[in-house]
């Protein structure tokens, strides 16, 4: 099985900071990544698909870059309703894998 | 509007079985391979199964694999997912999602939308 792991687990933020995550898999994926929001007692909200690009209706302040093995979710200008916990995922292969999570918190 | 709403979920002994059901709307449900992906209290997503369009190509985890299957039925847009030999361990919530095309375990996928979720209980 292939092994994601993000980094940090958690992270703490300002409203407007930028904020990066990051995402690595334990073997090339070449760009097949997703990114996906999730808030307690909600579905969880893809936000970036194949890497870099960005679901219909999502702000434009996400975007995703990488491919390989190495990938990252940026926010550019964080808002009060970003704060919530950020899953990759990739769909290389099944069974598909998640990261363990990246908890974004308010400072 | 796309819509998915899980139900079965429930409090079940260990060794228990239990059917989850995932009704679907808004999308022409048997051109979509569909998943279940779970989410233990307190950690992580979990992909549990996949089923393509025509319900004739499924996929599992291997935590699972033998104990669940998935499948679905195109007349009424329902997805569903039998729970047999229920552990502690399969506490969770479980969501159904919406695969990106009708091939189950195609690369070039995800998971858009998800349901609300249903919790399923493993307890004595």
């Known amino acids: 099985d292939i092994q994601m792991t993000q980094s940090p687990s958690s992270l703490s933020a300002s409203v407007g900071d930028r904020v990066t995550i990051t995402c690595r898999a334990s073997q090339s994926i070449g760009s097949y990544l997703n990114w996906y929001q999730h808030k307690p007692g909600k579905a969880p909200n893809l936000l970036i698909y194949?890497?870099?690009t960005l679901q219909s209706g999502v702000p434009s302040r996400f975007s995703g870059s990488g491919s390989g093995t190495d990938f990252t979710l940026t926010i550019s200008s964080l808002q009060p309703e970003d704060f919530a916990t950020y899953y990759c995922q990739q769909s290389y292969s099944t069974p598909y894998t998640f990261g363990q999570g990246t908890k974004l918190e308010i400072k | 509007e796309v819509q998915l709403l899980e139900s079965g979920g429930g409090l079940v002994q260990p060794g228990g079985s239990l059917r989850l059901s995932c009704a679907a709307s808004g999308f022409t449900f048997s051109s979509y391979a569909m998943s279940w992906v779970r989410q233990v209290p307190g950690k992580g997503l979990e992909w549990v199964s996949v089923i393509s369009g025509s319900g004739g190509s499924t996929y599992y985890t291997d935590s699972v694999k033998g104990r669940f299957t998935i499948s679905r039925d195109n007349s009424k847009n329902t997805l569903y997912l039998q729970l047999n030999s229920l552990r502690a361990e399969d506490t969770a919530v479980y969501y159904c999602?919406?695969?990106?095309?009708?091939?189950?375990?195609?690369?070039?996928?995800?998971?858009?939308?998800w349901g609300p979720g249903t919790l399923v209980t493993v307890s004595s």
């Open positions: 194949a890497a870099s």
């Open positions: 999602a919406k695969d990106r095309a009708a091939v189950a375990g195609t690369p070039y996928n995800w998971f858009d939308p």
